[in-house]
T-cell receptor, first 111, second 112 residues
Framework: DVKVTQSSRYLVKRTGEKVFLECVQD?????MFWYRQDPGLGLRLIYF???????EKGDIPEGYSVSREKKERFSLILESASTNQTSMYLC??????????FGPGTRLTVL | GQNIDQPTEMTATEGAIVQINCTYQ??????LFWYQQHAGEAPTFLSY????GLEEKGRFSSFLSRSKGYSYLLLKELQMKDSASYLC?????????????FGTGTLLAVQP
């Protein structure tokens, strides 16, 4: 079974803090994705990566950056957290155009 | 532009059949996914349609009409555990084969 794990289920940070969200997958997938999910807006793509050290902006990249130094790990970075970044963050991975498998999510609250 | 529409909420009775519709307008199309998401949990894969027609998998079936930009998810013999959000997602928009564009999801409540 594909396993995608995320470093925290719940996180509380203060405005202006630097925040790291980590995602690890164990199926050697080349594609990894970061989404945020908000009520009424659905899942929106922040960034994705199709190979080590490669990244592409999604639909809402502003305020975020990513890092992929190893194939199994994809990090989402909030350089200076703001209250409008309070959300559920979901990581996913896939092989090519196949099904995306999601991690359990991190519920981030920025105070 | 790209647009995926689903009803926001639906209610159905245990043991019944429910159909959740999804219409899409995207610049490019490779296929359509349906995911199930229980409250507070990650989305899990249900089905993938590439060609027109009906794909059946146990109590769940998914239909696609590419010419109409339309899909539906059919859930039979509803159980209380089917209460969840159902997400429709399209791949291939803008020529990107590995990206998904999601609808906002349909929250299904199954009542006794």
């Amino acid at each position: 079974d594909v396993k995608v794990t995320q470093s925290s289920r719940y996180l509380v940070k203060r405005t202006g803090e630097k925040v790291f969200l980590e995602c690890v997958q164990d199926m050697d997938h080349e594609n990894m994705f970061w989404y945020r999910q908000d009520p009424g807006l659905g899942l929106r793509l922040i960034y994705f990566s199709y190979d080590v050290k490669m990244k592409e902006k999604g639909d809402i990249p502003e305020g975020y950056s990513v890092s992929r130094e190893k194939k199994e790990r994809f990090s989402l970075i909030l350089e200076s957290a703001s209250t409008n970044q309070t959300s559920m963050y979901l990581c996913a991975s896939s092989f090519g155009a196949d099904t995306q498998y999601f991690g359990p999510g991190t519920r981030l609250t920025v105070l | 532009g790209q647009n995926i529409d689903q009803p926001t909420e639906m209610t159905a009775t245990e043991g019944a059949i429910v159909q959740i519709n999804c219409t899409y307008q995207t610049s490019g199309f490779n296929g359509l996914f349906w995911y199930q998401q229980h409250a507070g949990e990650a989305p899990t894969f249900l089905s993938y349609n590439v060609l027109d027609g009906l794909e059946e998998k146990g109590r769940f079936s998914s239909f696609l009409s590419r010419s109409k930009g339309y899909s539906y998810l059919l859930l039979k013999e509803l159980q209380m555990k089917d209460s969840a959000s159902y997400l429709c997602a399209v791949t291939g928009s803008g020529g990107a084969t590995n990206k998904l564009i999601f609808g906002t999801g349909t929250l299904l409540a199954v009542q006794p």
